[in-house]
């Protein structure tokens, strides 16, 4: 049996806590700095939005194996000006990628245009697809 609340008020407090949530601990599809990961041939492309984010303020780090993504978004308010509604998230955003040992993190480069940071980390030459020669010849029945 599963148990609900009918209580509109209820339902609307758990809805903005569990959005409220996620925004502030990036959790979940709200999460502040969402991401999009694809692996290609010879590379893995990572797809970040960071929309009004001033470009100065991105680092991108690797550190044991570890991507790490950080962001600033702050706004100031003139003197006179006062915020009535904020619910764009303010402040530093970071989300980190755990690399795969197959990835070459030292040739790791990043492109940020139109609020869209794009990580290319390339495939190491060992871990991409490769077609494996098949030698011709006599051919010896296997017994069992």
């Known amino acids: 049996m599963l148990l609900t609340s009918l209580d509109p008020f209820i339902q609307e407090f ?3 806590f569990g959005q409220q949530t996620r925004r502030t601990f990036g959790t979940g599809t709200g999460a502040l700095m ?3 990961g694809l692996r290609r041939d ?3 492309l990572l797809t ?6 001033d470009p100065e ?7 044991r194996g570890v991507l790490s993504v950080s962001a600033r978004r702050e706004e100031e308010i003139p003197e006179g000006e006062r ?3 904020r619910e764009r998230p303010m402040g530093t955003f970071t989300r980190r990628v755990y690399l795969s ?5 030292d040739k790791i480069d990043a492109g ?18 490769r077609k494996v020669e098949i030698q011709q010849g006599d051919v010896k029945a296997i017994r069992a």
């Open 112 to 129: 940020y245009a139109n609020g869209v940071l794009k990580v290319r980390i390339p495939v190491l030459e060992r871990a991409k697809p």
């Open 14 to 16: 758990e809805r903005q």
């Open 57 to 63: 303020s991105i680092e991108v780090t690797v550190d």
């Open 83 to 85: 915020v009535f509604v």
């Open 34 to 36: 969402p991401m999009d």
């Open 101 to 105: 040992e197959y990835l070459d993190s």
């Open 48 to 53: 970040f939005d960071l929309p009004g984010i």
């Open 42 to 44: 010879d590379d893995v």
